[in-house]
């Protein structure tokens, strides 16, 4: 039985937004808190994604997708 896996329902936008926002000096809490996210999932976004541009984000969950399909 395949366990199907949990996607993310914030886009890769709202991801990046999140990432600059807080490269930029605004509060994490307060950040959070405006986008509706767990401080802890903006810290996992953030280490998982943290420094990439808008294109290899795109990039990177696409290949995320063709290896879920596999």
């Known amino acids: 039985m395949e366990v199907p896996i949990k996607r993310s329902k914030f886009t890769e936008e709202q ?5 600059r926002q807080a490269e ?3 509060n994490v809490e307060e950040g959070c808190r ?3 996210i767990e401080e802890t999932s903006f810290y996992v976004r953030k280490k998982k ?3 990439l541009g808008m294109t290899e984000l795109r990039r990177f969950k696409q ?6 399909q596999l």
């Open 49 to 51: 994604y943290g420094g």
């Open 34 to 36: 405006k986008l509706g």
């Open 24 to 26: 930029g000096g605004i």
């Open 15 to 19: 991801i990046e937004f999140a990432l």
């Open 63 to 68: 290949l995320e997708e063709d290896s879920r």
